[in-house]
């Protein structure tokens, strides 16, 4: 069995979950998995919002992790195979909007979790939510890293707050260094950048000023450049080689 915590009847403000996390393990007890891709599934998506939709939004969130540190997430559609199971309760509108369980204690590559949505809160994916909404890519994100074992965390602007925050969407400073702690860097490379190279094989070919003289062709060969002109006529390339012909 995996412990998990209680729920806390203590809320302040709008929570983003209920757990009372203060007697977390810190440091190298803190909990954690012990495998660096995470399999997940729902038994239920929020009823009030596309499924797609709903799963869009836990790919986004669980994209956030993955792009801090070196933990993936993979979708499983058999939630019987899923280390974090999403599911939905009902509880009560502005009250807590979501919890999730952390990975303390005996953790294997098959334990499962579970991370809940309630549906008595109004649901909607938006980077810039309308006040009276909630952003489900915050709240999964804020619930994943639970799954992840990150617990609550003060001292700073953080999606571990405790609080639901619509001025951030993605892990901040607090939050990555504790995902890093945990899982490390980042796999993911960044997509790099082409950046146009010169070809040595195929330099500029050199143009003619107008008006100097008649080129016939001009070709390219054992890195010289072959300049054919009209009979009888002198060219100055741009290069300054001068060609008679
Ligand atoms: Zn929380």
């Keep these: 069995m995996v412990a998990t915590l209680p729920e806390s009847n203590v809320f302040h403000g709008r929570r983003v979950c209920g757990f009372d996390d ?27 919002l596309p499924e797609n939709d709903f799963k869009d939004a836990v790919v986004i ?7 801090v540190c070196g933990l993936e997430f993979e979708y499983t559609s058999n939630p019987r195979t899923a280390n974090i199971i999403l599911d939905i309760f009902r509880g009560s509108p502005g009250g807590e909007l979501a919890h999730a ?5 005996p953790v294997t ?13 109004a649901w909607v994916i938006a980077a810039n939510p309308p006040p009276n909404k909630i952003d489900l890519v915050r709240v ?12 609550h965390l003060s001292g700073g602007v953080a999606i571990m707050n405790p609080t639901y925050n619509a001025a951030i969407r993605k892990p901040q400073t607090l939050d990555i260094a504790e995902l890093v702690r945990r899982y490390g860097m980042p796999k993911r490379k960044p997509t ?3 950046v146009p190279q010169p070809n040595p094989q195929q330099p500029n ?7 100097q003289g008649e080129l016939v062709s001009v070709s390219f060969l054992n890195g010289k450049f072959i300049a054919r002109v ?3 006529v002198t060219v100055k390339l741009a290069n300054g080689t001068e060609i008679v012909s």
Excluded: V
Excluded at 101 to 105: A, D, E, N, Q
Excluded at 142 to 147: A, S
């Design 205 to 211: 070919s050199p143009t003619l000023p107008a008006g």
């Design 109 to 121: 590559a098959n334990t499962q979790l579970q991370l809940n949505f309630d549906t008595a809160d």
């Design 192 to 194: 790099p950048t082409p």
């Design 140 to 151: 999964a994100l804020h619930e994943l890293m639970h799954n992840c074992g990150i617990p």
């Design 61 to 67: 969130a669980s994209g956030f992790i993955s792009e």
């Design 101 to 105: 369980y952390l990975p303390c204690g």
């Design 22 to 48: 203060s007697s977390l393990p810190f440091g190298e007890d803190a909990c954690k998995w012990p495998i660096d891709k995470l399999r997940w599934s729902y038994n239920r998506p929020i009823p009030t």
């Design 230 to 232: 009209a009979s009888g």
